[in-house]
């Protein structure tokens, strides 16, 4: 007698799979990514006509996007009892195909990882002076650790207070640039995407937030005082493929959800980053173990944040079946 077949996904588990994908962070909170299931096959599909030709003109913030979303997916299928198999795709539109198996307890991790995916949010803003203790700051890297992936806290903050304060100069005055990130900060009550007004305060360092035409620069030296008392870590790759974008923001959105699960709060950086030669300038006056993906700054919170909007969930499936998601 053969095993009956894993059952497939019903109307409220795709819920519980749309949702958890749908609060994953993402470039501009442009939520470039769909899902297409058929029974007990899950595509991850990144929608390439979210485009940033300024911000990112190759796509590598959307892929990392959509890698956060991935961890996002794979831990809802586990906290809902089900084994399942990712397969990450180099395709151009699928980047991930996961298979649901059969009914299998999640691990205490991967439940509290879950638990902790409604709870994050950007936190651009200070945080309580106080550190953070060494195991928890550990348990951090460790989370994002995976193949030709790399977490590490930046040394030399000096340099990166330079090369952050160079890069705002730079941002603030490429007109284009702000042309387009005027686009994803005005209109986000209408449509469910692009970053609110009140989201983007970053009193605690200019960089923290998305450097608009106004943000102020502090001189080198306040910079790299201000950053003495955050807590980094850049998500590093060994290469600079499109499978290491994607495996870069799994690992981010791990680690992500490991802070938040610590009772820490967070926001990602990658703004600098695309300015040319900007990365290998990091790697070389930082000493870091491989291409810089993102920086991950984090503490305990001193002020809340406010949440960001998302598009309906119905948004998530191009193919419509739903099922009247909202
Ligand atoms: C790949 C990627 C790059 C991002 N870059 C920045 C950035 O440079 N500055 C910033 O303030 N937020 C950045 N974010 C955070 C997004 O703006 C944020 O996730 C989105 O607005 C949704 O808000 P939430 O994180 O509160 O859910 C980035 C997020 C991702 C996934």
């Given at each position: 007698m053969t095993a009956a077949a894993p059952a497939a996904l019903t109307r409220e588990q795709i819920g519980v799979l749309a949702r958890a994908v749908s609060r994953a962070p993402s470039v501009h909170n442009s939520q470039p990514w769909q899902l297409h299931v058929r029974g007990t096959e899950v595509d991850l599909l990144q929608r390439?006509?979210?485009?940033?030709?300024?911000?990112d003109p190759f796509g590598r913030d959307r892929l990392l996007s959509c890698g956060a979303a991935l961890t996002n997916l794979e831990l809802a299928v586990r906290a809902l009892g089900r084994d399942c198999h990712v397969d990450r795709r180099d395709g151009e539109d699928v980047v991930a195909a996961v298979t649901i198996g059969r009914p299998k307890a999640a691990s205490p991790r991967d439940y509290t990882l879950f638990q902790a995916i409604g709870r994050r949010r950007s936190h651009r803003r200070a945080f309580h002076h106080g550190r953070v203790p060494q195991g928890v700051h550990a348990a951090l890297v460790a989370a994002g650790e995976a193949t030709g992936v790399h977490v590490a806290a930046p040394a030399h903050l000096e340099k990166l207070a330079e090369l952050l304060g160079f890069a705002t100069r730079v941002l603030r005055e490429d007109r284009g640039y702000q042309r387009e990130l005027a686009m994803w900060t005005a209109h986000t009550t209408v449509t469910g995407d692009g970053v609110p007004e009140e989201a983007l305060s970053s009193e605690a360092l200019p960089v923290a937030g998305l450097v608009r035409p106004d943000t102020p620069v502090p001189d080198d030296a306040v910079l790299a005082e201000r950053l003495a008392v955050e807590n980094l870590l850049v998500v590093c790759t060994d290469g600079d493929t499109r499978a290491e974008h994607l495996a870069a923001g799994a690992a981010l959105q791990r680690v992500w959800l490991t802070a938040t699960a610590k009772a820490l709060v967070g926001s990602i950086i990658t703004q600098p980053l695309h300015l040319t030669g900007f990365r290998a300038r990091l790697v070389s006056e930082l000493a870091l173990p491989g291409v810089p993906q993102a920086i991950f700054r984090f503490g305990y919170p001193a002020v809340p944040a406010a949440p960001s909007p998302r598009l309906p969930l119905g948004e998530l499936f191009p193919d419509g079946p739903s099922g009247g998601l909202r």
């Open positions: 390439r006509t979210v485009e940033l030709r300024r911000h």
